[in-house]
């Protein structure tokens, strides 16, 4: 009798931790459509009534619950807010030269994953980015600070070199490849991180944001792109 219970009961467990995951995966699904809902209408130019009164920052001086997380460039031509049509307490965002990231950047977003239970991370590069154009071009050993985002960008741009193709090829595959080593590096150095998205609490996307057309390209097989995104 006994055993019988104790199975019924592993059964109930794992049924229950089966749903628990299918549930966070579907949280981390719809997040991803409503910010390219957000891109689509920022696309449009009919962007969507947003309240950002009094009676909503009173409501969010209660606490905060971002569905989502967006990591990009500081770069002035893409606000995340505007370009996916979200209001005060919509996204949690964080923002550096090249959309690097270090311990101070993971902390944040551990922090959103973790605390605020985001279920998705966006990592977002952009065209014609600055930092990527500094690193192409950087003879001998970059210095100072901006020798750092450099540094960094680095190993992007050498990959990107190693596909070969057109100056504009390599610029825009460096691009990508960025995005893709940012992901790489919140793999390897945090675990808090690697674990949400083990465990289908935390969706990770990774995408290029297109300056002239306003449209946010999904990159790899990682998220499947809405029927409206055109690959370029």
Request: net charge positive; with cysteine; hydrophobic share 40%.
């Amino acid at each position: 009798m006994f055993r019988r219970s104790f199975w019924v009961s592993a059964v109930l467990v794992f049924m229950v931790s089966i749903s628990l995951a299918f549930a966070s995966e579907q949280k981390g699904d719809e997040a991803f459509g409503k910010l390219m809902d957000g891109n689509k209408r920022f696309v449009s130019g009919s962007l969507a009534q947003k309240d950002v009164g009094n009676s909503r920052r009173k409501e969010l001086l209660k606490g905060q619950s971002p569905f989502a997380i967006v990591v990009t460039c500081s770069d002035s031509r893409l606000s995340p807010e505007i370009i996916f049509d979200q209001g005060l307490g919509d996204i949690f965002v964080i923002r550096t030269a090249g959309n690097l990231l270090d311990p101070i950047a993971l902390g944040s977003i551990e922090y959103a994953a973790e605390h605020l239970h985001s279920p998705l991370l966006l990592i977002l590069g952009h065209e014609q980015c600055g930092a990527v154009t500094a690193a192409m071009d950087a003879k001998g050993k970059p210095e100072g600070n901006i020798g750092a985002i450099v540094r960094k960008i680095m190993p992007a741009v050498k990959a990107a070199k190693t596909k070969g193709g057109t100056k504009d090829d390599i610029f825009n595959n460096a691009i990508k490849e960025n995005v893709s080593v940012q992901e790489k590096y919140i793999m390897s150095k945090s675990p808090v991180l690697k674990h949400l998205i083990e465990k289908g609490e935390l969706k990770v996307v990774a995408a290029v944001y297109h300056l002239g057309s306003g449209e946010v390209e999904i990159l790899g097989k990682g998220s499947s792109a809405p029927a409206h995104m055109h690959h370029h």
